[in-house]
């Protein structure tokens, strides 16, 4: 059915959002100004409860995050440094609270990234699907896909302090971009396409890029290197180990199980331009366990042990969750 908008009964600001709506891209929904975020308990495996171990992983907890804001939703990125806790949303809403051993969030923050490529009004310029920081100054590096560019932001996410448009990058797919991103405790930066494949690769490969340096300072050419994820998986995000391994999330949509996800160990250590890398798999979310559509990733010692969180992308769509998850690595 085709509507014909009667522009004399509508005010100014709703005419403009009806003029962005008829442009054809998709209008972004901003988080409000009240930020209320609840959490509830989650087992891993809701048909089992007791259960604690999936592969390499022992269960610590998790919880669903949930608010009655519009824009609380599409979690892509997370970061988690002692008790604070930052996650990113693929419309550049920004999360930033508390929580500890009682699993209550206090502190909670909802913001705008103040910076990204085009314009703030729509979901596709402000598409940050990967966040990592420097533990030395507390600056953070987002990728952002579609415009396949990078943005490093202060520690209070208020100033934008940097961009690079990586030529490397150019031809990545709207679509299939800088999903996963690290910077490695060497201050190289390790940069995982989705999809992106190396041009003369073979197409189970994606393509990796591995700057000297931090690419929003200069212009660090990146060596080329190729992961093969396992098949028919999608690599969603990456974070590196105190060993100076990392591990990679990666993930399957299919029509009978839906979102899957494994998490691989992959040893980059001496990586030379060229290579091929394949991981060892340490965890398989299939079902019974939680496996919604995973893509953020974050490791921090805990006293003496290694742990790791991992967040869910809900999509906006009512059938999925944003799941926070938390396990000690056996590796």
């Known amino acids: 059915m085709r509507f014909r908008p009667r522009f004399l009964a509508i005010p100014p600001l709703a005419l403009s959002v009806l003029f962005l709506s008829a442009s054809g891209k998709e209008l972004r929904t901003p988080l409000g100004t009240n930020p209320v975020m609840r959490a509830e308990r989650v087992p891993l495996s809701p048909s089992d409860p007791a259960r604690k171990m999936v592969g390499r992983l022992q269960y610590l907890g998790g919880v669903r995050l949930t ?14 440094v002692g008790d604070q806790f930052t996650i990113l949303s693929d419309r550049g809403n920004l999360v930033r609270f508390r929580m500890g051993g009682d699993w209550r969030p206090s502190e909670v923050q909802f913001a705008d990234l103040p910076a990204g490529p085009g314009t703030s009004a729509y979901k596709g310029d402000r598409d940050s699907e990967s966040l990592t920081r420097d533990p030395a100054t ?3 590096w987002v990728g952002f896909e579609a ?6 932001f202060d520690p209070t996410f208020r100033e934008r302090l940097g961009v ?17 991103m690290v910077r490695l405790a060497d201050g190289r930066f390790l940069v995982i396409g ?7 690769g073979k197409t189970e490969q994606r393509e990796v890029l591995l700057f000297p340096s931090d690419p929003t300072i200069g212009n660090p050419q990146p ?3 190729a992961y093969v994820p396992p098949q028919g998986y999608d690599p969603s995000d990456a974070t590196e180990l105190p060993d100076g ?4 999330l990666v993930r399957r949509l299919a029509i009978r199980t839906l979102f899957t996800v494994k998490i691989e160990l992959v040893d980059i250590r001496g990586a030379t331009a060229g290579q091929v890398l394949r991981g060892t798999e340490i965890a398989d979310f299939s079902a019974p366990l939680q496996h919604d559509n995973f893509e953020g990733l974050s490791v921090q010692r805990e006293g003496d042990s290694l742990v ?4 869910s992308d809900d999509n906006e769509q009512w059938w999925e969750q944003t799941l926070l998850l938390k396990f000690r690595l056996d590796l």
């Open 308 to 311: 790791l969180w991992m967040i």
């Open 67 to 80: 608010s009655p804001d519009l824009g609380f939703s599409g979690f892509s990125a997370l970061s988690v």
């Open 194 to 200: 989705e999809t992106a494949r190396p041009l003369h």
């Open 147 to 152: 415009h396949n560019t990078i943005f490093r």
């Open 245 to 248: 391994r990392v591990l990679v």
């Open 164 to 180: 690079a448009y990586p030529q490397a990058m150019k031809r990545w797919p709207q679509n299939g971009g800088a999903e996963s």
């Open 138 to 140: 507390g600056q953070y």
């Open 223 to 225: 060596v080329r290197l």
